[in-house]
């Protein structure tokens, strides 16, 4: 019942902008910690940022400048704002929930979104 929704990939030219969205349901959204990893053709995956519940954030030294990460709390929802997007950032991208240790809840994750940054 454990539910998360990626929406937002698609295929944008260099410097340009994406926005990712993820919809969670069927878990206490405002317990867990919300985050965006990413996966590129051959590469592993890995950790793009991270919000807290007290919505403190985090970001792959890769991404710093350009991406913000923000959640909403009443629409259960993570959202990736992208900028400045570059070929390296091709990838699809994961939204996960990890919930507070105190919890000891399970992990969940997205699907996945294609990102394609391409001229």
């Known amino acids: 019942q454990e539910h998360l929704v990626e929406s937002g990939g698609g295929l944008v030219q260099p410097g340009g902008s994406l926005r990712l969205s993820c919809a969670a349901s069927?878990?206490?959204?405002?317990?867990?910690?919300m985050a965006w990893y990413r996966q590129g053709p051959g590469k592993e995956r890995e950790l793009v940022a991270d919000i807290t519940n007290s919505e403190r954030t985090s970001y792959a030294d890769s991404v710093k400048g350009r991406f913000t990460i923000s959640r909403d709390n009443a629409k259960n929802t993570v959202t990736l704002q992208m900028n400045s997007l570059k070929p390296e950032d091709t990838a699809v991208y994961y939204c996960?929930?990890?919930?507070?240790?105190?919890?000891?809840?399970?992990?969940?994750w997205g699907q996945g979104t294609q990102v394609t940054v391409s001229s």
């Open positions: 996960n929930a990890n919930p507070l240790p105190i919890a000891r809840g399970a992990e969940y």
């Open positions: 069927g878990i206490i959204f405002r317990i867990y910690t």
